[in-house]
Nanobody, 124 residues
């Protein structure tokens, strides 16, 4: 059983930056691909970014490509999401997730463990 705890959310003005962190415990962190998803009010939870087990592969939603960067530190059991040039439409609860799949996946149902989420609000 893997436990995930997100932090780093908050209120920021459009054009600003935030760095989300996700601390993992309870499992062998390097055995999991990691992803970030987000859910805005009244909308489905959507894929944002994913990083491979070793950290050398990444995948991004088109809406965040070039603005967000996902990374991980397997020595610290941490995954990060650096968010730059934030827009009001990035406002959502952001969730960290862990997947046993051997390849990067954008599919929500292929993630086995989820954190509780952290709120990101971008004001215009």
């Amino acid at each position: 059983q893997v436990q995930l705890v997100e932090s780093g959310g908050g209120l920021v003005q459009a054009g600003g930056s935030l760095r989300l962190s996700c601390a993992a415990s309870g499992g062998t962190f390097s055995r999991y691909a990691m992803g970030w998803f987000r859910q805005a009010p009244g909308k489905e939870r959507e894929f944002v970014a994913a990083v491979s087990r070793s950290g050398d592969g990444t995948n991004y939603a088109d809406s965040v490509k070039g603005r967000f960067t996902i990374s991980r530190d397997n020595a610290k059991n941490m995954v990060y999401l650096q968010m730059n040039s934030l827009k009001p439409e990035d406002t959502a609860v952001y969730y960290c997730a862990a997947s046993k799949f051997a390849v990067l996946t954008t599919i929500r149902d292929r993630y086995d463990y989820w954190g509780q989420g952290t709120q990101v609000t971008v004001s215009s």
